[in-house]
């Protein structure tokens, strides 16, 4: 049973009906919402096949952990497609006893499915996690992620075998669900979540508009590319300058897709909290990000200093070129991405380079006569309500050589400190190296 003293069981669903196109866009769109929650600590566990593409991506958008619990239909004697229940890992049994009477399913019967089932459930099991322990959950908010709910037996078994593991708060969340299933297992979770709950539910795969069958390949490869991707390497360094060295973070994700070199701006450090922030998701997607300091305590207290976009692209060339040679990072391809007057910065600092930049609330306009030398693919990334700044974007990026594209954040101002604001500069920061630092993805 779900833990009483915790906050009150709640379906929450969106006012309007919808379908998926696939299981990407259901994650995708169960993700944002669940981002909104602002639940802190999360684990993802996916419920095999289909719920795993789901879950994989509700992962992504939280920057979180995957793991799965293997659990198994079992369906009537004769009727294997009518399920009169479900086990789990731990040897976890529900079963609907009303569905099992009114069959007449005598207890040999009962043996007999279960016997078959746990057998491939024990396969699912090897073949996903191998050796690797289950992901530890006790003291975690766990999300339980599937990609629908019909009778729900196979989610009320992963929810009972996780309940034994100590979890913080048990979260069932899926984007659809038939409407009694959904109210049936507040009875198992702290809270259910549902995008849409609709009268006439029918089955799972009539809301997606794509509901092919998921391989236990993909199902490897999705939690194989999040292991990945949380196996991450932090480590202090000192990026040369022409009269000393700098001070930086330099993050690796085993899984590197290409690294960022940030430029921060009007004076601030590598501590920047927003530029930290976008470094995260950055790493999350599998890229690896430089923050260090541009300036030197004493430099930073000049203000002229940090107006000085030569000296501020100086640095960043040198960064570029340790990067290239002895930082000992695999050799992959480099973006920058630059605030304030680190966009300027960034801007010059790319000139004869390959790459791409991307620039976030940015004065691209102090890079002057210059901007016509910048062939790179540049993102300018702009909050809606910051008017002055947007209109010297507009201008600078006409003086562009190569790609470009302004980028308006609907609602924001000039910090992006609106709620969700700074995360979608985070997600069109991604999307954007995605294309531009992978030489391999169509244009």
């Known amino acids: 049973m779900g833990n009483p003293a915790l906050a009150p069981r709640t379906i929450r669903r969106q006012a309007i009906s919808m379908s998926f196109r696939d299981r990407i866009d259901a994650g995708r769109r169960l993700g944002a919402f669940l981002l909104e929650e602002g639940i802190a600590d999360p684990v993802i566990i996916g419920l095999p096949r289909g719920g795993v593409v789901v879950a994989a991506e509700v992962a992504r958008l939280l920057d979180a952990p995957l793991d799965v619990v293997v659990v198994r239909k079992l369906g009537a004697p004769g ?48 073949a996903y996690r191998g050796k690797q322990d289950p992901l530890p959950v006790a003291g975690r908010n766990v999300f339980v992620i599937d990609d629908g709910l019909a009778t729900g037996y196979t989610a009320r078994a992963a929810l009972r075998v996780l309940r034994t593991r100590g979890p913080s708060r048990l979260i069932l969340a899926v984007p659809v669900s038939a409407r009694e299933t959904a109210h049936a297992l507040r009875e198992e979770a702290d809270e259910v979540i549902a995008l849409e709950t609709p009268w006439d ?17 993909e199902v490897v490869r999705l ?25 930086g973070l330099l993050t690796v994700p085993s899984a590197l897709h290409g690294l960022v070199v940030f430029a921060h701006g009007s004076g601030s450090s590598r501590n920047s909290p927003r530029n930290q922030a976008v470094a995260d998701a950055l790493n999350t997607a599998g890229f690896g990000t430089l923050l260090f300091d541009l300036l030197t305590d004493e430099e930073a207290m000049n203000r002229a200093n940090v107006f000085d976009i030569g000296l501020l692209a100086d640095r960043l060339r040198a960064a570029l070129d340790w990067l290239s040679g002895s930082s000992g990072v695999p ?24 790459g791409a930049v991307v620039s976030r609330g940015g004065r691209p306009d102090l890079a002057g006569p210059r901007l016509s030398e910048v062939t790179v693919p540049v993102l300018l990334i702009v909050g809606s309500r910051d008017a002055a700044v947007l209109d ?38 991604i999307d954007w190296f995605a294309r531009w630092l992978d030489p391999d993805r169509p244009r």
């Open 79 to 126: 009727r294997p497609e009518l399920g009169i229940g479900a086990i789990g890992e731990d040897g976890t049994r529900a079963l609907n006893d009303q569905l099992v009477d009114l069959l007449g399913v005598t207890g040999p019967e009962l043996a007999e499915v279960e016997t078959r089932e746990a057998e491939e459930l024990t396969r699912r099991v090897v």
């Open 201 to 217: 539910f029918g089955a799972v795969g009539q809301w997606y508009t794509d509901f092919r069958q998921t391989s236990d390949e």
């Open 223 to 247: 939690l194989e590319e999040n292991r990945l991707i949380h196996t991450i390497t932090r480590r202090d360094v000192w990026v040369p300058a022409e009269d000393g060295r700098l001070p």
């Open 331 to 354: 050799d992959v391809p480099i973006g920058l991405f630059g605030a304030s007057t680190g966009a300027a910065a960034a801007l010059l600092a790319s000139i004869g380079r390959q």
């Open 392 to 429: 010297l974007n507009r201008s600078a990026a006409e003086e562009l050589s190569g790609p470009w594209e302004v980028s308006v954040v609907p609602g924001a101002g000039h910090l992006f400190e609106e709620r969700g604001a700074l995360n979608e500069v985070a997600a069109r920061t």
